[in-house]
């Protein structure tokens, strides 16, 4: 069975900086591509960063290239963002997901398997 759980959210101040995790199991980091995304409120789903399987290829939405690192420890089976330079405009849920796939698809819808979230909230 599949799980992603994420953990790590917080209030935090703007230009400051929180770590994400992502605890995942019944899968490999060989097989399947994880993603983060972020929902605001009365804004929809959007998609933050993703890291591909194997190689592990990252790739960020425009709004935090340069500021938003993904990566993962295949140990410890968890896959991070790293979010620096918060900004009141980062405040969401942040979830990660699977496409079950080895690439990473662009669209929430695409992702199968999500987490239960977690709350950031940058203040000004």
């Known amino acids: 069975e599949v799980q992603l759980v994420e953990s790590g959210g917080a209030l935090v101040q703007a230009g400051g900086s929180l770590r994400l995790s992502c605890a995942t199991s019944?899968?490999?980091?060989?097989?399947?591509?994880v993603g983060w995304f972020r929902q605001a409120p009365g804004k929809e789903r959007e998609g933050v960063a993703c890291?591909?399987?194997?190689?592990?290829?990252?790739y960020y939405a425009d709004s935090v290239k340069g500021r938003f690192t993904i990566s993962r420890d295949k140990a410890k089976n968890t896959v991070y963002l790293q979010m620096n330079s918060l900004r009141p405009e980062d405040t969401a849920v942040y979830y990660c997901?699977?496409?079950?796939?080895?690439?990473?698809?662009?669209?929430?819808?695409?992702?199968?398997?999500w987490g239960q979230g977690t709350q950031v909230t940058v203040s000004a």
């Open positions: 890291i591909s399987s194997g190689h592990g290829d990252t």
């Open positions: 019944g899968f490999s980091y060989d097989d399947y591509a």
């Open positions: 997901a699977t496409d079950r796939l080895t690439f990473c698809r662009t669209r929430p819808p695409e992702y199968v398997e």
